[in-house]
């Protein structure tokens, strides 16, 4: 691997946005990732309908835009056609039916799926796949070292507790990452010869035990393919993560009621992923961690609430006061 002042640990959206404004500011940066895809939650299966590729998008459902800064980066993929307005309605419902609708700001979608707006974001980094970090430490000459690698700077885009596997404890007590706990879910997807369920965008799901949000993937990818997208409640979820297939007909079971229909088909298959670590039960006040070894943490757990635009942004900034950091440093030696 490449020499890096930098190492970036995770290559979710947090941390390709770290990587690309370290290296806009002249920073050497290296990005690592012990999947074999870009995107981290930002996750896309592709299924092939009636011979052609359909993208499901199995993790993030959507994105809003309320940061200017954020906001010129969805344009310049709207201007790629990557993203796209998908709809500022969504239905509400419970496990009986269907009891009213929201309107809220644009959700945006991606006609390729969202992971391929992180990797148009990786464009022209130094990205290693299947590569697995196994600790941080810092030397006694307060330098952090990744793996025995050092470098002059750490960051660390993933949710808590992996971020804390990494880190002797007394570190990861002084990021606030030792205590974080997040959320499960499964997400189930399913197809369908043609849609038998009225038509809708999307249903936020209250007072069920199993579903918290379904969506109309042909709706959201603007394709029309007959295919929802189904994510639990974490409590449903909790006792089901060494046996997901057993969540899958519960999910089926209610989707009749709570998209409005009267009855549901046989699909013509189905699918099943687990979320270990879906979403923060408690989020961070600051925008990210940084501590005084350049070691720091980002993502979407990092700010006022958890979404995307938060993900992004928590890279940004972080990026920022490292090349901050290590200009100072460099002017002062």
């Known amino acids: 691997m490449t020499p890096a002042d930098v190492v970036v640990v995770g290559a979710g959206i947090s941390g390709i946005a770290c990587a690309r404004r370290l290296r806009e500011a002249g920073v050497s940066v290296r990005v690592v990732e012990r999947s074999h895809r870009l995107g981290g939650r930002m996750a896309v299966r592709t299924e092939h309908l009636g011979g052609k590729p359909h993208a499901v998008d199995i993790g993030a459902s959507y994105f809003t835009v309320q940061d200017p800064r954020f906001e010129a980066v969805v344009t310049a993929w709207q201007e790629l ?7 500022d309605s969504f239905l509400l419902a419970t496990p009986d039916g269907r ?3 929201t309107t809220s700001p644009v959700r945006w979608a991606s006609s390729k799926g969202l992971r391929s707006l992180v990797e148009q974001l990786a ?3 130094d990205v290693v796949l299947r590569h697995e970090v196994r600790e941080v430490r810092v030397g006694d000459d307060g330098r952090p070292a990744v793996d025995g690698e050092q470098v002059r700077g750490v960051a660390l885009a993933m949710p808590d507790p992996q971020a804390a596997a990494l880190l002797p404890q007394t570190l990861a007590r002084d990021l606030g990452v030792a205590s974080g706990s997040w959320n499960p879910a499964l997400c189930v997807w399913a197809a369908w010869r043609q849609p038998w369920w009225p038509r809708f965008d999307g249903v936020f799901v209250d007072g069920s035990r199993v579903l918290a949000w379904v969506a109309d993937d042909g709706r959201r990818r603007g ?12 409590e449903f979820a909790e006792s089901r993560l060494d046996d997901v297939a057993s969540g899958v007909e519960p999910v089926l079971r209610e989707l009749p009621a709570v998209t409005g229909a009267g009855a549901m088909p046989d699909p013509d298959w189905v699918r099943v992923h687990r979320w270990s670590l879906a979403s923060p039960r ?4 600051e925008p990210f961690g940084l501590g005084d070894a350049m070691v720091g943490v980002c993502g979407d757990a990092w700010g006022p609430r958890s979404r995307v635009e938060q993900a992004w942004l928590s890279g940004h900034l972080l990026a920022g006061e490292l090349a901050t950091r290590l200009a100072a440093t460099t002017t002062a030696s």
């Not at 408690?282 to 006040?285: C, D, F, I, K, R």
Request: proline fraction near 7%; aromatic fraction near 4%; glycine fraction near 14%.
């Open 81 to 87: 056609r990557l993203a796209r307005p998908w709809t």
């Open 99 to 101: 009891i009213g609708t």
């Open 123 to 125: 464009e022209g980094l």
């Open 223 to 234: 394709d029309g393919a007959p295919v929802l997208v189904a994510h639990t409640t974490a």
């Open 282 to 285: 408690q989020t961070h006040g």
